[in-house]
């Protein structure tokens, strides 16, 4: 069983950086892709970032340029430095693992944290 802390949310304004932590703990086989999702009110859940064990990135693309996912095997965490944000990338970030390969589909992931709030005012 895997287990995912996220932290690092908060509220900042447009044009301000952010960096986003999720920490795993359990069998590291749970954590050979990671990625974030982001769910904001009303809307469904969508994916912003993936990575694979050996560092690999996968971007939506209204977050490719101003994000960059990151991870340090070592200690089994994942980051998110989300620079140049904008009021549109408001929302709860959701850290995912469980899957061997980055999907952009929530339902791949086995795994989910308690999500972060991310606010970004105009």
């Known amino acids: 069983q895997v287990q995912l802390v996220e932290s690092g949310g908060g509220l900042v304004q447009a044009g301000d950086a952010l960096k986003l932590s999720c920490a795993a703990s359990g069998p590291t086989s749970g954590t050979v892709a990671m990625s974030w999702f982001r769910q904001a009110p009303g809307k469904e859940r969508e994916f912003v970032a993936g990575?694979?064990?050996?560092?690999?990135?996968l971007y939506a693309n209204s977050v490719k340029g101003r994000f960059t996912i990151s991870r340090d095997n070592a200690k089994n965490t994942v980051y998110l430095q989300m620079n140049s944000l904008k009021p549109e990338d408001t929302a709860v970030y959701y850290c995912?693992?469980?899957?061997?390969?980055?999907?952009?589909?929530?339902?791949?992931?086995?795994?989910w944290g308690q999500g972060t709030q991310v606010t970004v005012s105009s």
């Open positions: 995912a693992a469980g899957s061997r390969v980055v999907f952009t589909i929530p339902g791949a992931y086995a795994y």
């Open positions: 990575i694979s064990w050996t560092g690999g990135g």
